[in-house]
């Protein structure tokens, strides 16, 4: 059965530390990993990685994916109030057709 | 990307009553699905919904609960049916401008059935 986990489940951090937060996979015909926000309701898109070794930069946050070892990391350096939120990983593939497998998701709480 | 709103932002609804969720999109997309976040739960897949023909449901979701119009390539409705307490979810819609590509994701509907 096709499975995304995240590592870990949740994450308290003061402002300033850096953390990588884990997802690893396990879904047949890969295409593509999605790193999302979710701060109130709507998951904003963050990251789209399809090719290993590759890193993905916006700002204090990075992304990159390991497609031999099947995981993917995030990171956010300098942490801030701002970026406490869900943060899910998503794998694109499946064993009959394409679609969007979403792990359980990181809460990461930032305190000042 | 593409701009997504949806409506209502929020519901309450009595127990074996049905609400419908419209989901807009402001330009022509392929591809439009609806998600279900239940409490403290990940994003689950309730359904693509096809273009004019009748939706792909998931495994666990059946046409009669979870009744989806797609009437062109810009709107979509999600209805949930005789509800129950267990509905209490957030529903999401999102669109695939193109197909294999990114999925971004409407406001979402906070659902709460008393």
């Known amino acids: 059965e096709d499975k995304v986990v995240q590592s870990p489940l949740s994450l308290v951090v003061h402002e300033g530390d850096t953390v990588t937060l884990n997802c690893s996979y396990e879904?047949?015909?890969?295409?593509?990993l999605l790193w999302y926000k979710q701060e109130k309701k709507a998951p904003t898109f963050l990251f789209m990685l399809t090719s290993s070794g590759i890193e993905k930069k916006s700002g204090r946050l990075s992304s990159i994916l390991d497609k031999k070892e099947l995981f993917s990391i995030l990171n956010i350096t300098a942490t801030q109030t701002g970026d406490s939120a869900v943060y899910l990983c998503a794998v694109r593939g499946g064993t009959s057709y394409d679609k969007v497998i979403f792990g359980p998701g990181t809460s990461l709480s930032v305190i000042p | 990307s593409a701009v997504i709103s949806q409506k209502p932002s929020r519901d309450i609804c009595q127990r074996g009553t049905s609400l419908t969720i419209q989901c807009q999109v402001d330009?022509?997309?392929?591809?439009m699905f609806w998600y279900r976040q239940q409490p403290g739960q990940s994003l689950t897949l309730i359904a693509t919904a096809n273009q004019g023909s009748e939706a792909t449901y998931e495994s666990g979701f059946v046409i009669d609960k979870f009744p989806i119009s797609r009437p062109n390539l810009t709107f979509s409705t999600l209805t949930v049916s005789n509800m129950s307490p267990e509905d209490s979810s957030i529903y999401l819609c999102?669109?695939?401008?193109?197909?294999?590509?990114?999925?971004?994701f409407g406001p979402g509907t906070r659902l709460t059935v008393l």
């Open positions: 330009s022509q997309v392929t591809m």
């Open positions: 879904v047949t015909n890969f295409r593509s």
């Open positions: 999102s669109v695939e401008p193109r197909v294999g590509d990114t999925q971004y």
